[in-house]
């Protein structure tokens, strides 16, 4: 450390890679002092000025607030507020474009001055030695305070670092063309900017303060070396001019020898750096109880009548300032916020003022020329010379026309300070710096995608273990109210007695429903065997039938004297059009009654048989008596026959079908055979008998 210090103290410092010289043109506004504007008729705030979270909205449309009151709070460790630049009222809160390059809208709040710039309450410490730490950072971060150099970072993450500091450095370099807005606020509020660095030094402890400074600013490195000239640890550095030697690993490099590796944070290695703006806004937070609502923005360019540094409201429009600056109605053609090297064009003049902007560039024809196209890389490698960060711009740019954004962090994308040396220097006019800024978006865009779905991810798989656990609370739950139960009824007692009965009633319930859910097939299957009992059963009938036929054309009888009963009453059945709903009691009895007409007509027939003679004989060995009462016996028998088929008619037809089909199922061919030779005898004998009746007359 103490070659360090003994390096500086003798003017040597140490070289960064790359670097360029371009023209500086600050003498546009260099010699004119910061002049203060009147309030515009409109402030337009974006609630997000910072890296980081925007805060918390405190007000709505309609509001009425007091300058310096707060509009937002912090809500997470990255924010910090936006305060009211003015007294007025709260016009409208929506998006607005901002002061990005891509020309977004955002969240703003639109404030509409009253003139009156009256403020709210301020506590006044000059004592600020007697604030402990934390109270100081607080106040820092109420104010609204980030770095105010480009980046935008909140000042009081920085200075809450709990790592041994060994060098704050003040960055005072101001290194990009036109700009000198930090040279003349360091000539004209030394003072209040030493207040700043020894708050600073309260918080941090450092072992040595170093400021750096280009040597292309004489006044404001001679203000500060008087206002610290009685203070040992802090060392005014007087750097060589050399563009970008305000990049913060640039100037830690070129103050201590020490290279920041990529990803890592000068805190790791003792080193905090701040802007000499930032430095001014500490002291007017903690001592005045001021809040950021303005900074010193250099408005210059060829195109303006009366270049100038100008304190602006935070919210002012571009527009404003640039009328405020001579710019010329007519012309509106190219606006750029920031410097030359670092800057963007702007979408339109009503972008607002915010923390980090330190530049209006209003250049003219001669300094903007429409005729640098851009054409295809001749791989020079001039790019690659003057790259501070030592990258390789020609490579970054390939990849990220390509969108090969894995290839773009192997190319340490990120390391990429925008300074546009590479730009600067490339013979094909190629935009190097636009390339890298889009794919950076891109990247931190798909970043964003990546871990919602991570964070998706871990809220399902969370789901799932929850469930699970739910399940096995449930079946555990279900256990052990199942033993209690199975307890209380194995107690004997009349309430156990009670629940096994219900129970009991509950499983019957079960089995009922089950039981009944497997007859609902088990009838679709007895209907089905039904109908094909009742197509067995006519094709049975159609046999009979054609054996009728074929023996009453033997005995020269008719077909219907053949037939039996049975069989007639089939052809009945079968020509019938209803054969359903049959009743399996009504089909019982129907082949009972069946059964006990065939016994009757078989006595019958034996009856009869008895008191016939053989035919060759020609003669009755009968009594007219007994012929008489055959007659009177087979008249009976046949009226009972009679009596019975019109019963059987008066039934359902289809349980006589299927009272036919057991009863032939029954019968064998014989009892069929011997049935029609009773049927044949009977007829005889009634024949015989008429005959011997009329003999004996």
């Known amino acids: ?87 007025g009222k709260i016009a409208a809160i929506e998006n607005a474009t901002i002061a990005h390059p891509s020309g977004l809208e955002e969240l703003c709040i639109t404030l509409i001055p009253d003139g009156e710039d009256k403020w709210r309450e301020r506590t006044i410490c000059p004592e600020y030695q007697q604030l402990s730490k934390p109270d100081i950072i607080e106040k820092i971060s109420n104010a609204g305070i980030s770095g105010m150099g480009g980046a935008g970072f909140p000042t009081h993450i920085k200075v809450s670092t709990k790592s041994q500091i060994n060098y704050l450095i003040i960055n005072a370099s101001e290194c990009e063309p036109y700009i000198t807005a930090d040279d003349l606020l360091v000539r004209e509020h030394s003072s209040a900017i030493l207040d700043g660095i020894n708050i600073l030094d309260h918080l941090l402890e450092p072992a040595f303060i170093l400021i750096g400074i280009e040597d292309n600013k004489p006044e404001a490195i001679q203000a500060l070396q008087n206002a610290t000239k009685d203070i040992d640890k802090i060392k005014v550095c007087v750097l060589p001019t050399q563009y970008p030697v305000g990049g913060e690993k640039q100037l830690i490099m070129a103050l201590t020898g020490t290279e920041v590796p990529s990803g890592v944070l000068p805190t790791t290695l003792g080193i905090v750096m ?32 009366k270049p100038q540094n100008v304190w602006a409201l935070l919210g002012t429009p571009v527009e404003f300032l640039l009328d405020e600056c001579g710019y010329p109605q007519q012309a509106k053609k190219h606006i750029i916020m920031g410097g030359p090297m670092m800057g963007f064009s702007l979408p339109n003049n009503q972008v607002p003022i915010v923390k980090t902007t ?65 730009a600067y220097v490339c013979p094909s006019h190629i935009p190097l710096v636009h390339y890298y800024r889009v794919a950076k978006a891109e990247i931190r865009q798909q970043h964003l995608l990546d ?120 052809t009945v059945v079968g020509n019938s059009e209803d054969k359903s709903d049959i009743d399996p009691v009504e089909a019982k009895k129907a082949k009972i009654a069946a059964a006990v007409a065939k016994a009757k007509a078989k006595k019958l027939a034996v009856d009869q048989t008895t008191v016939t003679t053989s035919k060759s004989d020609n003669t009755v060995d009968v009594s007219p008596a007994e012929a008489k009462k055959a007659k009177i016996a087979a008249a009976v028998a046949k009226a009972k026959a009679k009596k019975q088929q019109a019963e059987l008619k008066s039934e359902s037809l289809a349980p006589a079908n299927n009272t036919l089909k057991n009863a032939k199922q029954d019968e064998s061919v014989n009892d069929a055979a011997t049935d029609k030779k009773a049927r044949i005898a009977a007829a005889v004998a009634k024949a015989k008998a008429k005959k011997q009746q009329a003999e004996s007359k």
């Open 358 to 422: 330190n530049c209006i560039l209003a250049p003219s024809e001669e300094e903007i020329p429409n005729d640098n196209q851009e054409v295809e890389c001749i791989r020079c490698g001039q790019c690659a010379e003057v790259c501070p960060s030592q990258l390789l711009p020609q490579e970054l740019q390939w990849s990220a026309k390509a969108k090969d954004h894995q290839q773009l962090n192997t190319l340490n994308l990120f390391d990429c300070i925008e300074c546009g040396a590479c």
């Open 451 to 570: 871990l919602k779905a991570e964070k998706a991810k871990v809220r399902f798989e969370a789901r799932k273990l929850r469930l699970e656990r739910e399940k096995l609370a449930r079946e555990e739950k279900h256990k052990k109210a199942a033993a209690a139960r199975k307890a209380r009824m194995n107690s004997g007692t009349p309430e156990a007695n009670n629940e096994k009965s219900a129970v009991a009633a509950a499983l019957a319930r079960v089995k009922a429903k089950k039981a009944q859910a497997n007859a609902q097939p088990a009838n679709e299957n007895v209907e089905n065997s039904t109908d094909s009992s009742e197509k067995k059963s006519q094709v049975a009938a159609a046999i009979a039938r054609a054996k009728a036929k074929k023996q009453a054309a033997k005995n020269n009888l008719s077909v219907s004297e053949t037939l039996p009963d049975e069989i007639k009453a089939d």
């Open 274 to 305: 701040q802007n000499i703006a930032t430095c001014f806004a500490i002291a007017d937070a903690v001592i005045h109880d001021t809040p950021l609502i303005k900074r010193v923005v250099t408005v210059s360019g060829q195109a303006l009548a």
């Open 1 to 87: 450390m103490e070659s360090v210090i003994e390096r500086i103290e003798k003017g040597q410092f140490w070289k960064f890679h790359g670097g360029i010289h371009p023209p500086e043109m600050k003498f546009l506004t260099s010699n004119k002092p910061i002049l203060q504007l009147p309030i515009p008729e409109k402030l337009v705030i974006p609630i997000q000025q910072h890296i980081g979270e925007a805060g918390e909205l405190l007000v709505n449309v309609g509001d009425i607030v007091l300058k310096g009151q707060a509009l937002t709070r912090s809500t997470l460790p990255l924010s910090v507020p936006v305060h009211a630049p003015t007294s």
